[in-house]
């Protein structure tokens, strides 16, 4: 059992708070002392990109427009030939930051796919990493540019390999111990057409995957 002493509070939702002791019966042996400290539901950080944290120190992307850090950022990772190898290690950095800081659940929003790289080894490589780290990881399979009948046969090999279930796929493209959840995300009109759109929603609509974009950006605000 799982002992964790003298917490100043432990909020359990929006309506409990408590303070003093919390035991979890079904975790390891251990006692931990919050003494001083607040107790929470793990955070979830809802919009990542795990792959920036192997570029944060790259010059000329700080301060500056939209419209140009997007192609100073493409241009670093075709430089770097993203592979699932990269993929882990920026993973690793991102999520243990995110755990280190009280974040339990990130979504990766992944729109680094280079010509011929593999995909489903990219995408098996940052769910690895995340499971190795204790992470909830909700894995979105986005497009920036993609090929539309690529990045939608890319998803479709993601989903079946990450997720494979009894009958096919998972349920709801979330994993048995819910530590897993796939679903796909065009980033925007800035970098992709309606097929993408279309197709992307033709995978999610035959697993269940939730969709996302970030139609928002400030450049699909200034072509739209």
């Known amino acids: 059992m799982l002992i964790i002493t003298n917490a100043t509070a432990i909020v359990i939702d929006v309506a409990t708070e408590s303070s003093g002791d919390l035991r979890f019966a079904d975790a390891p042996d251990d006692a931990i002392d919050a003494t001083g400290c607040v107790i929470t539901p793990g955070l979830i950080n809802a919009h990542h990109h ?25 241009a670093a990772y ?10 882990a290690v ?7 930051e995110g755990l280190l800081c009280g974040v339990t659940t990130v979504a990766d929003h992944h729109l680094t796919w280079p010509s011929g790289a ?5 995408a098996t490589a940052v769910a690895a990493t995340a499971r190795l780290l204790g992470g909830r990881l909700v894995f979105v399979r986005g497009a920036a540019g993609d090929d539309p009948q690529g990045a939608a046969a890319s998803a479709e090999a993601i989903v079946q390999a990450l997720l494979p279930g009894p009958g096919g796929v998972s349920a709801g493209g979330v994993s048995a111990d819910g530590m897993l959840q796939l679903a796909v995300g065009p980033a925007g009109v800035h970098s992709d057409p309606r097929e993408t759109f279309e197709l992307l929603g033709e995978v999610a609509l035959r697993h269940g995957l939730r969709r996302r974009t970030q139609a928002n950006e400030q450049v699909d605000v200034a072509i739209a």
Do not use: K, N, Y
């Open 118 to 122: 593999d995909s489903v080894a990219i």
């Open 78 to 87: 075709a430089r770097a030939e993203v592979d699932a190898e990269l993929a």
């Open 50 to 74: 795990l792959m920036q944290s192997a570029f944060r120190t790259l010059p000329g992307t700080r301060g500056v427009a939209m419209s140009h850090w997007l192609p100073t950022m493409a």
């Open 90 to 96: 920026a993973a690793s950095v991102g999520i243990a």
